[in-house]
């Protein structure tokens, strides 16, 4: 989130700014597109940069920042932290940091000096809710620079600023800092480099050991006797820095705080009725929190939601979260892992159980209609005339809980406890409407397979972009639904039993198109045909694709499966795989690392293709590729069956051919119900109208045990099957061609 606000600032400034990111969010990229920088779907081809600027999370993937090294290997590759210090040393700038409200602090600051009719830079470390301002302005004629800064990855010590401002101090990251002693030693290291002014909160300099007259001015802010903590304080700190840049008092009448995104969101739900969301994720944040709400909603029956968010910071300071919460009573949600390493410790059932301990009443809610049930109930034990609040406080995705709550309040006219189903495909609709997705409950399966069997998916979705799927996954994870990805379905068989899961069909123009990127590569989407591949290949006189004109899949399933036709594989065309892991997060596969084998590729075990890009070969004669063609088109219609089927049952057995084992065991023709081996082909499997998945599956059975009796040899069918998966079990993906 912090590097788009940058390239906002640097395209600004006039510099010609390209992005991309890992986990798009469509609020942050149009923001993005608004302010000039260009986002880019993929980085190949692209090598004329003069500076790559990445997040500091790439650090913790050594082999991912060598291939950006490889990749951009005549630009600059500098981390986020590095290049605003670098940044900074061209403005007087005036640095926030601190352990706590370090954003609220600077769009307050920067809201106060637009009210007093003073246009500074800035870079913000959020965004601003709306459209109210944006998230990062360079103004030509101005040499200050209000920049917020992360103590995250120990950066801030670089920065030589002309003030800072320093909210607080609190042991946090303790992935990278350990100990308070090497995070204070930092934030030392950031005052001692300061010039002019250094503003701090109440019990900063005694934690930092700070004295006066030894270094840049100090301005101590008072504690604020009144309750809110830090929050008040920070309120009062911006108020004195402003007034210190424009030299003279700042009138808090005329001043409205401004709306940050995840920052102290509060709206009525009801007469008596109101949510309150905050990215409160410390024990320190949660407690100033806690102070100030029960002063600002004095007479409120105040309902606590919190998610834990990393699991070392709950190890870390569990002792001070339980000492916190256990008087709260919170609702506990799962925590949001942000990618670390499971500790079990960390965990939010854990914090949970020693909450119970101390004889906290606290609850603890898996899914969102857990969620939904407790503050249904909550809410009508509640006295009718007595306000109620319900807080959200947590920095993961704690309000896509939230949204859920509140779209199913909306969904049910009141009632919280509305069905499922129904709300699942309302509240996808809504989130998605720009896009032209699909959703639906009980959605019909057999059409959109060549077998042309098969039942219903009790949840089904048609993404129509990155960011639709993304919020498919993270619904379904949130309600522990198993979750498939389909294709053109080529080679499925779908069960005749509802899936009592999630079925995402990568079907929308999104997912076909079809790039050429010149000297024979091409990025193709997952949901592209192969004969499409084809015919553009052939169009650019590019070698290596004619064997996949008579495969019916996509590109998705055809990875998954090394699909392979003609003598030639799918895995001999891939470069590159763009993959979601099930988090939503993108993911580079590289040839070495899908591991590619006879009809597979582990590699992508777990993930979802989304795009590749193939390698073929450049300067063929379009005449003798069309020649190539024919002839694998007369071949495939003299030796393949019209009917509708999956293609090759089975894989071939090593060193013969399943086709002939079928043949030489007599089954040509047999037939169950509406399901024949194929008169043409022994291992072609094929289907009448009235043909179920029974049948399909009982054919199978009959032509396995029956190779084996005759021959000893056991055949591994190549088909794939969606099967009846009871609501609750493990997540699951699955490309199918």
């Not at 899961?501 to 000297?519: A, D, I, Q, Y």
């Amino acid at each position: 989130m912090g590097v788009g606000p940058l390239g906002m600032f640097l395209s600004q400034m006039g510099h010609e700014v390209h992005g991309y990111d890992d986990y798009p969010v469509a609020r942050i990229t149009d923001r993005l597109k608004r302010q000039g920088v260009l986002l880019l779907e993929h980085l190949h081809g692209v090598n004329d940069y003069d500076e790559v600027i990445v997040s500091r999370a790439i650090a913790g993937n050594p082999d991912r920042l060598n291939r950006f090294k490889k990749r951009f290997n005549k630009a600059r590759i500098v981390f986020r932290g590095d290049y605003l210090a670098f940044l900074s040393k061209s403005f007087d700038s005036v640095v926030v940091a601190g352990s706590h409200g370090k954003t609220t602090t600077t769009a307050s600051i920067v809201t106060q000096l637009r009210v007093e009719g003073l246009s500074v830079s800035y870079i913000l470390g959020a965004y601003f809710e709306g459209d109210a301002l944006p998230a990062a302005q360079y103004v030509t004629d101005s040499k200050c620079l209000i920049i917020e800064v992360d103590e995250s990855d120990g950066t801030i010590k670089k920065f030589r600023p002309w003030a800072t401002v320093l909210t607080n101090v609190e042991l946090d990251h303790v992935d990278f800092y350990r100990s308070e002693k090497r995070l204070f030693k930092t934030f030392r290291s950031l005052i001692s480099n300061t010039k002019k002014k250094v503003f701090v909160g109440s019990g900063v300099p005694e934690k930092l050991g700070l004295k006066e007259n030894q270094g840049p001015e100090l301005m101590k802010m008072a504690c604020n006797a009144e309750g809110g903590g830090f929050l008040a304080e920070n309120a009062d700190m911006a108020v004195a820095v402003t007034e210190w840049l424009i030299d003279r008092p700042f009138d808090r009448e005329k001043y409205e705080f401004p709306v940050v995104e995840r920052r102290q969101d509060c709206r009525q739900l009801g007469e008596n009725q109101w949510v309150f969301t905050d990215y409160a994720h410390h024990p320190g944040e949660i407690q100033a929190l806690r102070e100030w709400l029960e002063k600002q909603y004095d007479g409120f029956e105040i309902t606590w939601v919190f998610q834990p968010h990393r699991y070392s910071r709950t190890v870390a300071l569990k002792t001070e979260f339980v000492k916190i919460l256990r008087s709260m009573n919170p609702v506990l949600l799962p925590e949001y892992g942000a990618f670390e390493p499971v500790i079990e410790e960390g965990k939010a059932i854990s914090l949970y159980q020693d909450l119970l301990a101390t004889g906290s009443k606290t609850n603890y809610c898996e899914t969102p209609e857990e969620l939904n049930e407790f503050l249904g109930m909550a809410s009508q034990d509640g006295d009718e005339e007595r306000r109620q609040l319900v807080v959200f406080a947590g920095a993961g995705d704690i309000e896509l809980w939230r949204d859920w709550w509140l779209h199913s309040i909306e969904d049910s006219s009141g009632n919280s406890n509305c069905e499922l189903d129904s709300t699942w495909v309302s509240f996808h609709q809504s989130r998605t409407s720009e896009d032209e997705s699909y959703f639906a409950t009980n959605e019909p399966l057999k059409r959109k397979t060549t077998l042309n069997v098969g039942g219903v998916a009790r949840f089904y979705a048609e993404p129509a972009s990155l960011e639709s799927l993304q919020l498919v996954l993270k619904t379904s994870k949130l309600f522990k639904l198993p979750l498939f990805v389909i294709g053109k379905g080529s080679n499925l068989l779908v069960d005749d039993a509802r899936i009592e899961g999630v079925v995402v069909r990568l079907s929308k123009p999104f997912w076909r198109k079809c790039e050429s990127l010149g000297n024979g590569r091409y990025w193709v989407g997952s949901g592209l045909s192969l004969k499409r591949i084809c015919r553009a290949a052939l169009d650019d006189g590019v070698n290596g694709f004619n064997f996949m004109d008579g495969i019916p899949g996509s590109v998705g399933g055809a990875v998954r499966m090394n699909a392979g036709a003609m003598g030639s594989e799918m895995g001999e065309w891939v470069k590159e795989a763009e993959c979601f892991d099930p988090s939503g997060k993108r993911i580079r596969l590289s040839h070495e690392d899908m591991a590619f084998a006879y009809r597979n590729s582990k590699g992508t075990d777990g993930l979802i293709i989304l795009h590749v890009l193939l390698q073929g070969t450049p300067g063929t004669n379009r005449d003798a590729l069309r020649n190539g063609l024919e002839v694998y088109r007369k071949k495939r219609l003299f030796s393949q069956p019209a009917e509708p089927s999956a293609g090759c049952m089975f894989v071939n057995p090593e060193g013969d051919s399943a086709g002939r084992l079928i043949d030489a065991a007599g089954l040509k023709g047999y037939t169950v119900g509406g399901a024949q081996v194929s008169q043409k082909h022994g291992n072609f499997l094929v289907t009448e109208k009235n043909a179920t998945s029974a049948d399909v599956e009982a054919l199978i059975g009959h032509v396995k045990t029956t190779v084996k009796a005759q021959f000893g040899v056991d055949l591994h069918q190549e088909i794939k099957v969606l099967s009846l998966v009871p609501t609750g079990g493990s997540q699951e993906s699955k490309d199918e061609k």
